[in-house]
C-alpha cells in the first residue's frame, strides 16, 4: 500500500495556541518612588489557545504585531504600580478577540531583583 506520507483523513486538530515569547518593552511600572518617572525593562510571554484551525490565511488566527501592539499600548499610557495589573490588562486585551478561548500572559521584571528576576504569570479564560 503505497500511502502519501502526511494522511490526515482520520486526523482533527484538538488544540491550537499562539505563543509570543521574549518581548522585551520599556514601562514605568512599579511601586517604589525610585520607579516613579522611569522606564524599565519587561519581558513578556503570551499564550492563546484558540479555537482549532483550519488556518489558511492570516485572518484565521492571531496576528503576533497585534499582540505586541497591545502590550506597547499598555505601557504607553501611563505609569502601572504592579506588573500583576499590567499582566491582567494585556490577558483582557487580548479576550477581546473571539477567537481567543483562553490567555496565559507571563511578565518578568527582571531589574526588581537583579541578579535575578520577578514576574507574574495569570490565567484568563472565557466561561
Avoid: W
Avoid at 485572518?59 to 495589573?85: F, P
Avoid at 514576574?119 to 472565557?126: C, F, K, P, Q, S
Amino acid at each position: 500500500m503505497n500511502q502519501p506520507p502526511f494522511s490526515f483523513g482520520a486526523v482533527r486538530m484538538t488544540s491550537a495556541k499562539v505563543l509570543v515569547r521574549g518581548l522585551v518593552i520599556e514601562a514605568e511600572i512599579g511601586v517604589y518612588e525610585h520607579e516613579h518617572g522611569r522606564r524599565q525593562p519587561l519581558v513578556i510571554e503570551v499564550e492563546l489557545q484558540l479555537e482549532p484551525g483550519p488556518f489558511e490565511h492570516i485572518g484565521d488566527t492571531i496576528n503576533y504585531e497585534i499582540i505586541a501592539e497591545r502590550a506597547r499600548q499598555i505601557a504607553a499610557a501611563g505609569h502601572l504600580k504592579l506588573v500583576e495589573t499590567f499582566a491582567e490588562r494585556l490577558a483582557r486585551a487580548c479576550l477581546n478577540d473571539a477567537r481567543v478561548r483562553s490567555v496565559r500572559v507571563r511578565v518578568d521584571k527582571p531589574e526588581a531583583l537583579a541578579p535575578a528576576t520577578a514576574g507574574v504569570e495569570l490565567t484568563l479564560e472565557r466561561r
